[in-house]
């Protein structure tokens, strides 16, 4: 099995998160790709909103997508929560799968820095997409470039992922239904209505 995993806050999930999703999906072809709300961040300095609230907004975003399933457990995890530690337990569950950790260029220039990446590279190949225009010379492989060098650092594997640049930011879209702005076209439109119907992002 070629199994994507895919975390991340999805507070809240929009629509660069899904084209990634689809992008691994059909680049890599992934038999399943498991999406894993964050449970306690402890690399966030703002709280996060509700736990419940993140995960029904993943359900909305990923549930239309094909073989895409909404995993909680780092939700349901106690302390914080380590890519780490998931990867450990889905190569237990499943044994035989091959694993590919997905992320945005943006994380992927924060590697160096995350909990045990030694051991997240021997877990899983870690596949980067270019999102925004700023960081796209991330997705550039040779000798020199910052990819390059990470991957010598701990002979990780980082595959690039081609999809169009998609700046979108969870932070941009937070800040503008707090102005009561719109965010048609940088959500699903059902993560849109369940945003509104919850009045989540609103100033208190």
Avoid: N
């Avoid at 999406?35 to 690399?43: D, E, I, N, Y």
């Avoid at 890519?83 to 160096?112: C, H, M, N, W």
């Amino acid at each position: 099995m070629r199994m994507g995993v895919f975390g991340g806050a999805f507070d809240p999930p929009h629509l660069a998160h899904v084209a990634l999703v689809q992008a691994a999906m059909a680049q890599l072809q992934l038999d399943q790709v498991r999406v894993l709300p964050t449970g306690q961040a402890w690399h966030k300095t703002r709280q996060l909103s509700d736990a419940s609230h993140r995960l029904a907004m993943a359900q909305l975003a990923f549930g239309p997508v094909p073989h895409v399933l909404v995993d909680e457990r780092e939700m349901l995890r106690h302390g914080p929560s380590y890519t780490v530690d998931t990867l450990r337990e889905l190569k237990t569950q499943f044994p035989q799968a091959q694993l590919y950790l997905l992320i945005g260029d943006d994380q992927r220039r924060s590697l160096p820095s995350w909990h045990q990446i030694d051991e997240i590279a021997r877990l899983a190949i870690i596949c980067a997409a270019g999102r925004d225009a700023a960081v796209q010379a991330w997705s550039d492989s040779s000798t020199g470039t910052p990819t390059a060098a990470l991957s010598h650092s701990f002979d990780a594997r980082i595959h690039s992922l081609k999809m169009p640049l998609m700046p979108h930011s969870a932070t941009d879209i937070r800040a503008l239904v707090a102005t009561d702005q719109s965010i048609e076209g940088l959500v699903p439109p059902a993560v849109e209505r369940y945003i509104h119907e919850h009045h989540l992002y609103r100033p208190h």
